[in-house]
């Protein structure tokens, strides 16, 4: 997340997701740019919102798919995660390197919410850090 | 079954195994829509955000999903992290852009110059109220055109 600080918050309306799936005739891929992403280093809240046409495959039958039969992108245009990062103290936004998380919390997709709870990083270099939650 | 019509069907079998095969291959395979060449519809980043904020729904009908030439002022220029061009153009909103990422750098734009950017609009994102975010118009796929 390099993007903007206000005081204890940062945010960045350019955050990357992206997913990557082995299948035995062609692996499937996609990136999404254009993910709003929130994080206040004080609470641990961390919260995204994702427009779903927006993730860009290298093909665009499958990107045609993704939208139209899987996640209806047309009724259910955003999907929303919304959690808690535990011990965000432990990060030291001064100091360079990579820092274990855990972060748990409500993700809505295709109109259903579930909760969840998984390990990231975050990693911090110079005076921008990047969360790279993953979700399984 | 006489030996020649059995033949004559085999043939016929194969000619519409390797039609059918090419035509599945070819649109598996078929290029993403040529943004570069298209016509866009006309419209300026103001017009364009305020009709977002105004009554998303009409303007998801009217531009979701369509190629857009979008003419404004740039408030910034960075790079994403796979090392895109993203060019936010203002708004009446100060903190809120059109939100452009580029499929083909700009050379030497940056902030205060007028452009027209032509790209596919995807949407809007309302940002987040709690924090006093406000969202963002997103375009992608854009390239240069004034």
């Known amino acids: ?136 | 079954m006489k030996r020649r019509t059995v033949k004559n069907i085999v043939i016929i079998l194969i000619i519409l195994v390797v039609i059918v095969s090419t035509c599945g291959y070819l649109l598996w395979n078929k290029p993403h829509a040529n943004i570069r060449d298209a016509k866009g519809v006309e419209t300026n980043a103001t017009e364009l955000y305020a009709k977002f904020i105004s009554d998303s729904a009409m303007a998801n009908a009217a531009y979701l999903n369509t190629i857009l030439n979008v003419s404004g002022i740039i408030k910034n220029v960075s790079l994403n992290q796979q090392q895109q061009q993203v060019i936010l153009l203002k708004t009446m909103e100060a903190a809120a852009s059109v939100n452009c990422t580029m499929e083909e750098n700009a050379d030497g734009v940056k902030a205060g110059d007028e452009v027209s950017l032509k790209g596919l609009c995807i949407g809007y994102i309302g940002g987040d109220a709690e924090m006093g975010i406000p969202g963002d118009v997103f375009m992608l796929r854009c390239y240069r055109t004034k």
């Open chain 1, 1 to 136: 997340m390099s993007g903007n600080c206000f005081g204890q918050e940062y945010f960045t309306k350019n955050g990357r997701i992206s997913f990557f799936s082995k299948a035995s005739l062609e692996n499937i891929s996609a990136d999404n740019n254009q993910v709003v992403s929130l994080l206040n280093m004080q609470t641990g809240a961390l919260r995204f919102y994702v427009l779903i046409n927006a993730f860009h495959f290298p093909k665009a039958m499958m990107e045609q798919h993704f939208n139209s039969d899987y996640l209806e992108s047309d009724k259910y245009a955003t999907s929303t995660f919304k959690g808690i990062i535990a011990g965000i103290n432990n990060v030291d936004l001064e100091k360079d390197g990579s820092y274990a998380i855990d972060v748990s919390g409500s993700l809505e997709i295709h109109g259903v919410t579930k909760n969840i709870k998984t390990g990231g990083t975050i990693n911090v270099k110079m005076e921008s850090y990047q969360p790279h939650p993953s979700l399984k």
